[in-house]
């Protein structure tokens, strides 16, 4: 066997066995996975997890006031979530993944709907300006470092603005806001700027969630969740009428986990629906009492929760090298 036929074979080889370590590795990510949610099953609401299967359900929070809307860091090493512990104001705080060390980041009255920026070093929220004014402008966004730091707004001039979220590349963050009425969804630069209403059908939207690639954002509307692109166009509506909420993307993209109420048993449930659309269907053994699911995505470069991973990427300039 000639000398190039054989570093040929050998490059064809290590591919291959790089793609099958990876295919290997995804079924390890979609093991490891975590959903972060809400629950009130033990009495007040406090922060739980589970495996994104469903499975070991552990409680994180133990505190008699109301602990809700956990968002992962991207590292998933902290959850940031809103409690009202601290004289029953509306508060960010935050702990380790294990429900260590809890600290609080913000001292206003209101302050609610936390999420990470993709690098971790900073945290988006709703703030309200003027607690004691009923102003319906009184609303908006703001920002800080994940330290509590620096907390500064973010939109110049309020307009109702709510449920910040950060697109996964860290240049745009979406939000619903009220400003030309109904609750419509928005798109700005990561700095405030540039302010784009990206849906213009008059059905209120709330709670944009971009999936993993950024190619597409979740939302849900009194009724139902629905998808669309980045941009707002191509709307589709992926559930039947019912009282839905709080929408999260699965790590792959492929579906859209959120909560679902139980007419039956007068309850919160978490369930997923295929990014598609499809049948809507429980995670794991139907848990009731459950809320604000919010799913763990740490990415391929990132470090995830169990320690560092070697990514593809890595293993095929590591084959490459050995080759030459």
């Known amino acids: 066997m000639s000398s190039k036929v054989g570093r040929t074979f050998a490059a064809t080889l290590a591919i291959s066995l790089c793609i099958q370590m990876h295919i290997a590795e995804i079924g390890y990510a979609s093991r490891k996975t975590k959903i972060a949610f809400a629950s009130t099953r033990d009495g007040n609401a406090e922060i739980y997890v589970m495996d994104g299967d469903g499975r070991n359900h552990k409680r994180l929070t133990v505190n008699p006031t109301?602990?809700?809307?956990?968002?992962?860091?991207?590292?998933?090493?902290?959850?940031?979530?809103?409690?009202?512990?601290?004289k029953g104001y509306i508060q960010i705080w935050v702990i380790d993944a294990d429900g260590g060390n809890p600290i609080r980041l913000?001292?206003?009255?209101?302050?609610?709907?936390?999420?990470?920026?993709?690098?971790?070093?900073?945290?988006?929220?709703?703030?309200?300006?003027n607690p004691w004014?009923?102003?319906?402008?009184?609303?908006?966004?703001?920002?800080?470092?994940?330290?509590g730091r620096n907390s500064r707004q973010l939109i110049e001039k309020p307009g109702w603005d709510t449920n910040p979220s950060w697109s996964p590349d860290g240049e745009k963050i979406a939000f619903a806001s009220y400003r030309d009425r109904p609750i419509e969804i928005y798109v700005m630069?990561?700095?405030?700027?540039?302010?784009?209403?990206?849906?213009?059908?008059?059905?209120?939207?709330?709670?944009?969630t971009w999936s993993p690639d950024g190619s597409r954002i979740a939302y849900y509307t009194n009724d139902y969740i629905g998808v669309m692109d980045s941009n707002g166009e191509n709307q589709k509506r992926l559930t039947k009428n019912g009282l839905h909420?709080?929408?999260?993307?699965?790590?792959?993209?492929?579906s859209i986990a959120f909560h679902s109420w139980d007419k039956n048993r007068?309850?919160?449930?978490?369930?997923?629906?295929?990014?598609?659309?499809?049948?809507?269907?429980?995670?794991?053994?139907?848990?009731?009492?459950?809320?604000?699911?919010?799913?763990l995505y740490p990415g391929e470069l990132s470090v995830s929760p169990e320690g560092?991973?070697?990514?593809?990427?890595?293993?095929?300039?590591?084959?490459?090298?050995?080759l030459r």
């Open 308 to 322: 560092s991973r070697i990514t593809m990427w890595g293993r095929l300039k590591n084959a490459g090298a050995s």
């Open 133 to 147: 004014d009923n102003d319906k402008w009184n609303r908006t966004i703001y920002v800080m470092d994940s330290d």
């Open 189 to 208: 630069d990561a700095i405030g700027r540039d302010i784009e209403r990206i849906t213009h059908d008059f059905t209120a939207k709330y709670k944009p």
């Open 245 to 254: 909420r709080h929408p999260t993307w699965s790590p792959d993209g492929g």
């Open 266 to 295: 007068g309850e919160f449930t978490i369930v997923t629906v295929g990014a598609e659309g499809g049948a809507v269907n429980p995670i794991g053994q139907v848990q009731h009492h459950d809320f604000e699911p919010d799913w």
């Open 66 to 86: 109301m602990d809700r809307y956990p968002a992962w860091s991207p590292d998933g090493k902290k959850i940031a979530f809103v409690s009202n512990r601290n």
């Open 106 to 129: 913000t001292d206003g009255v209101w302050d609610n709907n936390p999420d990470w920026s993709p690098d971790g070093r900073k945290i988006v929220y709703d703030f309200l300006l």
